[in-house]
């Protein structure tokens, strides 16, 4: 910008004036620019995000990753062999999802009817809901779903997961607990269907209180 020229035109103070007014003029423009980036650069990751419930599943086979079980305890206790497990629910962010389960079922048999058990809020896996169905000839098995929680020893570990998020889903419906948690129950059906005990046709599942939303929203998503 010529200085001297406008000088010429206008007094000294008009001049400082005009100055600030097109220096904050091209602020403005950057601004309005960087803004208008952001816009279009967050419409299309939106664009991009699932908007039914069957696009945001469309990819997910919960048989197709393989769930690494480890086997961490194993003993019979009224004719029902028991065993506690990790296995992997899912890689987010590159960290494994590792859940943690029970599972039992009725010694020596095999083609066994099995149950699925989702815990309540603030819970944990449950043995004795596992006892409660194996006695009466059922394979079954409960995970943990709630993570580390009052000075528990043993717990699924979420990785990067972030738990803590619950119904928001203004980034990304994937960021969401419930997705990850259902993704979960999805693969401990994998899980509970692998077992040799159990025969995978014949499979139910039923929550409590907060597992009780998962296994609605299951029964609507996993044959």
């Known amino acids: ?21 097109y220096s904050n003029s091209g602020k403005v423009c950057a601004v309005v620019i960087l803004a208008l980036a952001w816009i279009v650069a967050t419409s299309a990751a939106f664009a991009a995000q699932a908007t039914t419930v069957d696009e945001l599943w ?42 943690y389960a029970i599972y039992g079922a009725p010694v ?9 058990h989702l815990h309540g809020g603030g819970q944990t896996a ?19 779903h709630m993570g580390p929680m009052y000075e528990r020893t043993i717990y699924t570990h979420w990785g990067k997961v972030p738990i803590e998020r619950q119904f928001d889903v203004k980034e990304n419906p994937k960021n969401d607990r419930f997705y990850h948690s259902t993704n979960a129950t999805r693969r401990a059906l994998t899980f509970l269907a692998s077992q040799p ?5 014949r499979m139910g599942i039923y929550g409590i209180s907060f597992g009780g939303s998962f296994a609605w929203l299951v029964s609507a998503l996993d044959n």
């Not at 910008?1 to 007014?21: A, T």
């Not at 048999?109 to 699925?116: C, F, I, N, R, W």
């Not at 005990?197 to 046709?201: A, R």
Request: net charge negative.
């Open 58 to 99: 469309k990819d997910f086979n919960p048989e197709a990753m393989p769930l690494d079980i480890q086997l961490l305890d194993q003993w019979e206790q009224d004719g029902i062999i028991l065993r506690k497990v990790f296995f992997t629910s899912e890689i987010y962010q590159g960290v494994p999802v590792r859940v």
């Open 1 to 21: 910008m010529n200085l001297k020229w406008l000088s010429g035109m206008f007094g000294m103070e008009d001049n400082v004036n005009l100055y600030r007014y």
């Open 108 to 116: 020596g048999k095999t083609h066994l009817p099995a149950v699925l």
């Open 197 to 201: 005990e159990v025969d995978p046709n």
């Open 126 to 144: 449950s043995l004795e809901h596992v006892l409660f169905w194996a006695k009466r000839g059922y394979a079954a098995a409960t995970f943990d």
